[in-house]
């Protein structure tokens, strides 16, 4: 077992208010298995698998007396894969319930998402945050039918500045009343403050490391800064792992 996997299960059991889910999940994919189309991300069984796992997990077997409904996805690091994971995770979420599902790009810094769901990243969260119009206007349908993307829109300099501003609050509050589950990709936390900011307004974090290279100190100061503004840490995802063995045979261990 990898200190990493040893830091997560230490990182959920620290703490009344965490209850953590370790996917040690092989992301991102190999280009043949990760295609932007307009049916959707496309992930391969064992992918499909261990992603399905991690959104029962936090979204539809939570023990909470008020399941989460808006989740949003951190990486420590910039590269950890976060995008790929939440983008995921939110597809196959809405593949499992018959509510409605939209994924944000909070991603001021480094927007991906509307890359990965092969649609534009016109008329998005910054355009809606200088708006009146209502959220719904400035979202994306996608497949399947009850999955939408809230793209960042047009990023201006002061545009991180807006995640801490109370329209951000209001537009996440609208968000919550539009769409049954909410999940919100974020710049790292271990670079940026916006994920802090951001861990107000939710109902809780998954946390995305990179194996063999998230540091430990690094964890343990963003699950704080999380901690220190009542955000639980709902699961996590050891993402990039090598495998020593063949993958097939390591699935039968």
């Known amino acids: 077992m990898s200190k990493n996997f040893e830091l997560l299960q230490q990182v959920g059991t620290s703490g009344?208010?965490?209850?953590?889910?370790?996917?040690?999940?092989?992301?991102?994919?190999?280009?043949?298995?990760?295609?932007?189309?307009?049916t959707g991300l496309q992930l391969d069984d064992v992918a499909r698998e261990e992603m399905l796992r991690l959104v029962q997990s936090v979204f539809l077997t939570a023990t909470e007396a008020t399941p989460p409904r808006v989740v949003m996805f951190s990486g420590i690091d910039s590269g950890n894969g976060c995008s790929h994971v939440c983008s995921h995770a939110a597809?196959?979420?809405?593949?499992?319930v018959t509510?409605?599902?939209?994924?944000?790009?909070?991603n001021?810094?480094?927007?991906?998402?509307?890359?990965?769901?092969?649609?534009?990243?016109?008329?998005?969260?910054?355009?809606a945050l200088h708006s009146r119009e209502a959220i719904?206007?400035?979202?994306?349908?996608?497949?399947?039918?009850?999955?939408?993307?809230?793209?960042?829109?047009?990023?201006?300099?002061d545009s991180p500045a807006l995640?801490?501003?109370?329209?951000?609050?209001l537009r996440i509050a609208e968000l919550r009343q539009q769409f049954d589950y909410?999940?919100?990709?974020?710049?790292?936390?271990n670079s940026y403050s916006d994920g802090v900011a951001l861990g107000r307004l939710v109902d809780g974090a998954v946390l995305v490391l990179e194996a063999a290279a998230?540091?430990?100190?690094?964890?343990?100061?963003?699950?704080?800064?999380?901690?220190?503004?009542?955000?639980?840490?709902?699961?996590?995802?050891?993402?990039?792992?090598?495998?020593?063995?063949?993958?097939?045979?390591?699935?039968?261990?």
């Open 214 to 253: 998230t540091r430990r100190e690094a964890i343990l100061k963003v699950t704080a800064d999380l901690r220190a503004v009542n955000t639980k840490v709902l699961g996590a995802v050891l993402n990039k792992r090598a495998f020593a063995i063949p993958e097939a045979l390591y699935r039968r261990l």
């Open 136 to 157: 719904r206007e400035f979202t994306k349908k996608l497949h399947p039918e009850n999955l939408w993307l809230l793209s960042c829109g047009s990023v201006a300099t």
């Open 99 to 106: 509510g409605s599902v939209c994924v944000v790009d909070a």
């Open 108 to 127: 001021l810094r480094a927007p991906s998402l509307p890359e990965f769901f092969g649609v534009t990243n016109h008329h998005g969260l910054t355009d």
């Open 91 to 96: 597809a196959v979420l809405a593949d499992n």
């Open 163 to 169: 995640i801490n501003s109370e329209i951000m609050k």
């Open 182 to 189: 909410v999940l919100i990709d974020t710049p790292p936390l």
């Open 16 to 38: 009344t208010a965490t209850r953590a889910t370790v996917t040690d999940a092989p992301l991102p994919l190999r280009a043949e298995h990760v295609r932007a189309r307009e």
